[in-house]
């Protein structure tokens, strides 16, 4: 009985999703009906495929049942490569940073709106780039896969969508090989597969969270295995796309062998100069704008947020920062479990920091297919309810967001993450505070 309801369930998923994506893709609805269709399919269909994997837990499924799932998530992200609409104005600045480099000009030389740049414009994105007055934030191997795209589709975003759909393939193929080597069924890519935040967010039109999530995979595996040189090389190649893979820095030099992390150091360090040093005629401007990002970007924050409006300047962001790293190593003493050290480090910078895009939480989803907790994968599909500003912002040019949002969302998190302390399940569960690297299904019943 239990697997007919999961199927039952699986397939209303493919329904809302199908649908969502099919209406989405072909912008049918005016824009607010557009983004309001996007929540929707997100929500729904996101509860359905969690509902579905929570009781298909004792269910052995075929491989022609998996390959069906991963069809129609290629096929989802496909449809929404078809619309001409945006749900985040990101991928302008990715279209722009990619045409500069593929002109042979350094990308953090110059902002968007200086004259010297004055003839690289006319593609239609142009005239979408957000705060066009500051240079790139994005470190180097995002400029890299920025130009690529654009070479691809000069002048329209396939080629970054493509490129990003790559990068997803490649990271269900890394996340079944380690299900299967934890022998698990590898129905738990499911839960990235089918994402729907990764699928909406991802696609309408590019986020560039999504091309690190390959490389999170190969970290957290390689570093599961002790292997310090692909190790290294993966989290540099993630902070080459996002610094924000620092966080995950702690817990995988601990589960390096002591006598491997001079060479795991060393790879790090020399890819990440390495990528820099094309761009060294940048001087000062190298850094200026992540610089300038992380003193004043602030949104959807939780506690973090409650810090900044509290204390004045930057002492509430100092205060967050302080809170996110006392968190991270604290969690290397609660649990001795390595991919539960990577998820709690993801949660302290969920709980602490100001800003909190919903595609933040594309980075949590890789260890979340080997460690589920439903605290984390309810945040991943409710999320999508901050996009509700977004045909305000569209009206009114004002970022103003509402506090019923911010209830709902954190209401959930917060009350399904006290649920778990007082159950000791999920993140708190009894087993994952001693265990090492235990079978998964030690703890959550799963298969």
Excluded: C
């Excluded at 209406?23 to 509902?51: E, K, N, P």
């Excluded at 939780?302 to 100092?318: D, K, N, Q, V, Y």
């Amino acid at each position: 009985m239990t697997g007919r309801i999961s199927v039952v369930l699986l397939i209303l998923s493919f329904v809302v999703l199908g649908s969502g994506a099919v209406s989405t893709g072909f912008d049918i609805l005016d824009f607010h009906q557009w983004v309001w269709g996007i929540i929707g399919s997100v929500i729904i269909g996101g509860v359905l495929v969690l509902a579905s994997w929570y009781s298909s837990t004792e269910i052995r499924y075929k491989q022609v049942q998996l390959l069906i799932i991963l069809t129609i998530g290629v096929l989802l992200r496909v449809l929404l490569m078809n619309s001409q609409r945006e749900l985040s104005d990101d991928a302008a600045r990715y279209h722009w940073d990619g045409k500069v480099l593929a002109s042979g000009v350094n990308p953090y030389q110059y902002p968007p709106d200086d004259s010297r740049l004055h003839g690289l414009r006319g593609d239609p994105p142009d005239s979408r780039i957000n705060h066009p007055w500051v240079r790139t934030v994005y470190p180097p191997l995002a400029e890299m896969i920025f130009s690529i795209g654009y070479l691809l589709t000069p002048g329209r975003y396939t080629g970054i969508q493509i490129v990003a759909l790559i990068a997803e393939i490649a990271t269900w193929l890394i996340l079944g090989a380690a299900l299967h080597g934890e022998r698990i069924s590898r129905m738990r890519l499911l839960l990235i597969v089918l994402s729907p935040l990764i699928i909406f967010e991802g696609y309408l039109p590019n986020h560039v969270d999504i091309y690190a999530l390959p490389f999170v995979a190969w970290m957290m595996v390689a570093g599961g295995r002790g292997k310090a040189m692909s190790a290294g090389a993966a989290l540099a190649l993630a902070v080459l796309i996002k610094p924000l893979a620092l966080i995950f820095l702690p817990a995988l030099v601990l589960e390096i062998d002591q006598r491997q992390r001079v060479r795991f150091f060393a790879i790090f360090f020399v890819l990440v100069i390495g990528a820099y040093l094309p761009f060294i005629s940048a001087g000062r401007h190298l850094f200026s704008s992540l610089f300038l990002m992380a003193e004043k970007w602030s949104n959807n924050g939780s506690i973090g947020a409650l810090l900044e409006s509290t204390f004045p300047g930057l002492l509430g962001r100092g205060a967050a920062g302080v809170l996110i790293l006392g968190s991270i190593f604290f969690s290397l003493r609660y649990t001795r479990d390595y991919y539960l050290r990577l998820l709690l480090a993801a949660t302290a910078f969920i709980v602490f920091t100001p800003n909190l895009f919903p595609w933040y939480l594309f980075w949590i989803y890789p260890i979340l297919v080997l460690r589920p907790d439903p605290a984390l994968l309810l945040l991943g599909t409710f999320v999508i309810l901050t996009e509700e500003i977004v045909p305000r912002y569209r009206e009114t040019g004002a970022w103003e967001p509402r506090l019923w949002v911010s209830l709902v969302l954190y209401g959930i998190f917060y009350g399904v993450l006290l649920f778990e302390v007082i159950t000791r399940r999920g993140l708190f569960a009894r087993g994952y505070a001693t265990a090492k690297k235990a079978h998964i299904s030690t703890y959550d019943g799963t298969k």
